[in-house]
């Protein structure tokens, strides 16, 4: 394989690897659930308050992301705590922020 097909593979699998999160980010429910957890992990109960949507809706979206690799949860005895796994997506949900909510 030449050097400039080994380059358009790489280019080709980065695109697709790009696109699968930005599909992901695309969903304004599971984006504002994102938002929530870039200061830091939260509880089912405390992303529901902070994005205003119900349990199953959450639980969904949270199921979601989980098998996109975005999120990840740990049970701290009772309570399971959803935080970002996905390094990638906290400097672009900042970006994100930057660019559509600014500061008035």
């Known amino acids: 394989m030449h050097n400039s097909e080994q380059l358009l593979d790489h280019m080709d699998a980065a695109a697709k690897e ?3 999160v930005l599909k992901a ?3 304004p429910g599971r984006l ?3 938002c929530a957890l870039v200061p830091g992990p939260l ?3 405390e992303i529901e308050t ?3 949507a119900s349990q199953s809706y959450v ?3 949270l199921l979601k992301l989980r098998g996109e690799g975005l ?3 740990e049970r701290d005895g009772r309570a399971m705590y959803y935080e970002l796994s996905d ?3 906290r400097p672009l949900l900042e970006k994100v922020y930057e660019l559509f909510c600014p500061a008035d």
């Open 25 to 27: 980010l695309s969903n």
């Open 32 to 34: 504002r659930i994102l």
């Open 18 to 20: 790009a696109a699968d």
């Open 43 to 45: 509880t089912v109960t």
């Open 59 to 61: 639980s969904g979206q």
């Open 71 to 73: 999120v990840s949860c």
């Open 87 to 89: 390094p990638r997506v």
């Open 50 to 52: 902070a994005v205003g």
